[in-house]
């Protein structure tokens, strides 16, 4: 039992070019959803998805595009990248369709620089 | 705007002290809240969870909550070394398609 996984660690981009971060998990949850953390600015919510074949807007969705291929997995895409696109990404999936409990769990994250 | 506000760090305490870590949020009708601890270089995980008034024990973690101050906090007693890190609140409102509304965090730093 995984978790939730992300895929790459770690990754270099140019400035416009594109890349996609993958994500994971393996415990049935339904909601799953894609943050970034920068210095003091906290996590803040890029996209998410409440259950297969939805996907919504967060806080700061500009520059992205995501996809929920099936219950497991939730992509993030960057069409062209920007250097205020650095950051790292986390990835985190959570059991509850909706109500009031929303225990997310993280995967491991993707630090991404753009030069 | 949802907002959830963590007091400014960063905290440093001794070894085997008691570390309170506080943290309030605007939007009354949130139902559930959580503590994430995240390490330097590493993801956030969830450390507690508290739904109802009062206190919650897990080991060395208690949770507080009290929805009329709007306002829930975290003790970590016999502090150690190794509860230095960053540690998140977060928040959540009821209905379809919640989502969590983190605070920036607080950095604790335990003293041997």
């Known amino acids: 039992n995984a978790g939730v996984t992300q895929t790459p660690k770690f990754q270099v981009l140019k400035t416009g070019q594109s890349m996609t971060l993958q994500c994971a998990q393996d415990?049935?949850?339904?909601?799953m959803y894609w943050y970034r953390q920068d210095p003091g600015m906290g996590l803040r919510l890029i996209y998410y998805s409440a259950s297969e074949g939805t996907t919504d807007k967060g806080e700061v969705p500009n520059g992205y595009n995501v996809s929920r291929l099936n219950k497991r997995e939730f992509s993030l895409r960057l069409e062209s990248a920007a250097p205020s696109q650095t950051s790292v990404y986390f990835c985190?999936?959570?059991?509850?369709?909706?109500?009031?409990?929303?225990?997310?769990?993280f995967g491991p994250g993707t630090r991404l620089t753009v030069l | 705007q949802k907002e959830v506000e963590q007091n400014s760090g960063p905290l440093s305490v001794p070894e085997g002290a008691i570390a309170s870590l506080n943290c309030t949020y605007s939007?009354?009708?949130?139902?559930?809240f959580f503590w994430y601890r995240q390490y330097s270089g590493k993801s956030p995980e969830l450390i507690m969870s508290?739904?109802?008034?009062g206190d919650k024990e897990d080991g060395r973690f208690t949770a507080q909550l009290n929805k009329a101050s709007q306002y829930v906090s975290l003790l970590i007693r016999d502090s150690q070394p190794s509860d230095s890190a960053t540690y998140l609140c977060?928040?959540?409102?009821?209905?379809?398609?919640?989502?969590?509304?983190f605070g920036k965090g607080i950095t604790l730093s335990v003293r041997p």
């Open positions: 985190a999936s959570s059991g509850l369709l909706a109500g009031s409990y929303n225990e997310q769990f």
């Open positions: 939007d009354r009708v949130s139902q559930s």
């Open positions: 415990m049935n949850h339904n909601s």
């Open positions: 508290i739904y109802s008034n």
């Open positions: 977060a928040v959540n409102a009821p209905g379809a398609n919640s989502k969590l509304t």
